[in-house]
């Protein structure tokens, strides 16, 4: 992204000499302070001359542009803040808001700023120094816009990243499980394999041994059942004898 730098001139209005007495001397060697740069010092001047007129708008004013001096914005925008209702003139009110936009822009505040300096133009159509800050706050808003539109980009695409690379590992986790379970069925298989032939063995063994001494009484009763079915047989044979014979002398 092509970055613009516009540079803030007349950043802040002239101190207000507008100091009524019994201020007037402690304004005065404020505003001395202030042309040498010694902001610090400015301040507490204004401020005694503050605490002999509580009521003075030119003392709030200038304490509000040293704090700004002195780098504290967001005191000095509160102050300038407070002024926007006690100035009664335009040409007042015109330089309150041109200061607020100054110590809202140092703080990064775009939006508000442009907003004040807008409302100052209004009431002082002709400060160019006002509408060049006003130039200045709008195109830093547009920088901060695409710079946090690149950011979301950013996030958008390391997100989508993400969110792939959990894709692919669950996709990886998934196909190493398939093949964890593939070869935990090969194996399966391949001991069913070798177990059948031992079980087919063992069906086919020979039956046990016996010993000798069941192996003869085995005999002995098989001679037994043998001598009693041809004792029988003997019996049946005689009576078909004897039958024979009484049917002949009959």
Do not use: C
């Amino acid at each position: 992204m092509k970055k613009q730098t516009l540079l803030v001139i007349a950043v802040f209005i002239s101190v207000s000499a507008l100091a009524q007495a019994p201020e007037r001397h402690d304004m005065r060697k404020g505003n001395r302070h202030y042309k040498h740069g010694e902001y610090d010092k400015a301040e507490i001047a204004y401020r005694h001359g503050l605490e002999k007129d509580t009521a003075s708008f030119g003392a709030r004013f200038n304490i509000a542009d040293a704090l700004y001096k002195q780098g504290q914005a967001e005191p000095a925008e509160a102050l300038f803040q407070s002024l926007t209702g006690v100035a009664t003139t335009d040409m007042q009110k015109a330089q309150v808001f041109h200061n607020l936009g100054n110590a809202q822009l140092l703080q990064q505040k775009y939006e508000e700023s442009i907003k004040s300096y807008k409302q100052s133009l209004r009431l002082n159509p002709a400060d160019n120094d006002t509408r060049t800050n006003l130039a200045y706050a709008q195109v830093m808003l547009q920088q901060e816009q695409e710079q946090n539109q690149d950011q979301r980009q950013d996030r958008d695409q390391d997100q989508n990243k993400d969110q792939r690379q959990d894709r692919d590992q669950d996709q990886k986790q998934d196909e190493q499980q398939d093949q964890q379970q593939d070869e935990n069925r090969d194996e399966q298989q391949q001991q069913n394999q070798q177990d059948e032939p031992q079980d087919k063995q063992d069906e086919q063994q020979a039956p046990p041994k016996i010993s000798p001494q069941d192996a003869q009484q085995m005999l002995e009763a098989i001679q037994a059942d043998e001598k009693q079915t041809q004792d029988k047989v003997n019996k049946e044979k005689a009576r078909a004898l004897r039958r024979q014979q009484i049917e002949k002398n009959w």
